[in-house]
C-alpha cells in the first residue's frame, strides 16, 4: 500500500490546516489509520487514529481538543483537520496504515504496515 499525505505549508499560531490521506487505491477503510509526526531532533509522535467508519478515533494528548481525524469513504480519504495550531505543533506529519489490525487504532509507529512520506507544517508565532 502506497500512501501520500498532503496539505501541509506556513501557518500562524492559531490558525487551521486539513492534512490529507491517500492510499493507492487500496480501500483505507479497510485498515487502521494513524497520523504521526516528528519534529527536528524528537521522536516520532502519535497524533490520531482512526478505524472502521470513524467509529472510533484516538488522540495524542497534546491534540485532543484541537485536531480531528476522519474518513471520507467515497473518496477514500483519510483527514487531519487541525485547529488553533501552536508552535509547538511544527513538525512533519506521516499517515501510515495497518491491515493486520483493521479494527484496533494503534498508537506505537513500529505496528504500522506502510507509512507515506511525510508533509511539512509549520506554525510561526
Known amino acids: 500500500v502506497q500512501l501520500q499525505a498532503s496539505g501541509g505549508g506556513l501557518v500562524q499560531a492559531g490558525g487551521s490546516l486539513r492534512l490529507s490521506c491517500a492510499s493507492d487505491?487500496?480501500?483505507?477503510?479497510?485498515?487502521?489509520i494513524g497520523w504521526f509526526r516528528q519534529a527536528p531532533g524528537k521522536e516520532r509522535e502519535f497524533v490520531a487514529g482512526i478505524v472502521g467508519n470513524g467509529e472510533r478515533t484516538t488522540y495524542g494528548d497534546s491534540v485532543k481538543g484541537r485536531f480531528n481525524i476522519s474518513r471520507d469513504s467515497a473518496r477514500n480519504m483519510v483527514y487531519l483537520q487541525m485547529n488553533n495550531l501552536k508552535v509547538e505543533d511544527t513538525a512533519v506529519y506521516y499517515c501510515a496504515a495497518d491491515q493486520s489490525r483493521p479494527t484496533i487504532v494503534i498508537t506505537i509507529p513500529s505496528w504500522y504496515q506502510y507509512w507515506g512520506p511525510g508533509t511539512l507544517v509549520t506554525v510561526s508565532s
Open positions: 487505491g487500496r480501500a483505507l477503510n479497510d485498515m487502521s
